[in-house]
């Protein structure tokens, strides 16, 4: 296990960088942690940029390399685990998952409801409680979908790949003219309602409702802007122009 943990520094460029690594054993599963510096001791750093994405393609190479089990990415998961904090929190209060509810609901429905369309999964979402919210510009385009209950709001994309934008655009048949309606007064009902009552996460501190609407990569650029016009109803500010006067 000690090798494991040095090729994983190795990979991601630490070789020449203090660390601490020690092993745990406070889970079902042997593991290791490791605190390690950025600044090497010739003073070069290694840079975050994408250090998490960069992290798993290392580990699925070790996975492989040791014969230890293959765990599916992050990107892949159909559905996002629980962190530890929401099973303590689960334990600690006695109560249900808010994030796993929202799994049950929505893979239940779209089982359930096969040939439906996006009005319908709306509706059926909606008399279970659970809110929809899109993140669609001015144009019509839409590129991420956040799922609410109560005061519990999280993206699509962190419940699990089934239930980001593209695979319900995907299992729904969405067409962006006949279903542009639909979305559209989705987020209108959504606009109306006090959101800082009903939409106001825990236990996330400094909570932007707009963040978390996901974004696919391709996304162009400007339309974040236009959604918070189309959310909000609020009027875009014009840049005042700087000048000397005469």
């Known amino acids: 296990m000690t090798q494991i943990g040095h090729d994983y520094l190795e990979a991601n ?43 798993e393609r290392i580990l699925r190479e070790l996975e492989k ?10 990107r892949q998961a159909k559905e996002r685990a629980m962190t530890k904090n929401e099973l303590e929190m689960v334990k600690r209060t006695g109560e249900e998952s808010k994030k796993l509810k929202l799994q049950m609901t929505l893979r239940k429905t779209l089982q359930d409801h096969p040939g439906m369309n996006l ?22 385009y839409v590129s991420g ?18 239930f980001k934008w593209r695979s319900i655009a995907n299992r729904l048949g ?3 003219g006949r279903d542009h309606s639909a979305i559209s007064e989705a987020n209108i009902r959504i606009k109306q ?9 825990k236990p996330e501190k400094g909570f932007d409702l707009l963040k978390t609407l996901e974004a696919h990569p391709g996304d162009r650029a400007g339309e974040h802007e236009s959604d918070r016009e189309t959310i909000l109803g609020r009027p875009r500010k014009k840049k005042k122009r700087r000048g000397r006067g005469i």
């Open 13 to 55: 460029g630490f070789s020449q960088h203090q660390f601490i690594m020690f092993r745990h054993r406070d889970a079902e599963h042997p593991h290791l942690h490791i605190l390690v510096n950025r600044i090497g001791y010739d003073g070069s750093v290694v840079s975050d940029s994408n250090d998490f994405s960069r992290s």
């Open 65 to 74: 390399k040791y014969g230890l089990t293959e765990v599916v990415s992050s």
């Open 119 to 140: 009005h319908q999964f709306v509706s059926r979402l909606e008399r279970q409680g659970i809110n929809v919210l899109f993140n669609q510009a001015s144009t019509g």
């Open 145 to 162: 979908i956040s799922y609410g209950l109560g005061d519990f709001v999280i993206t699509g994309s962190k419940l699990g790949s089934d």
């Open 174 to 176: 969405y067409e962006q």
């Open 193 to 201: 309602r006090d959101l800082s009552q009903n939409w106001s996460p």
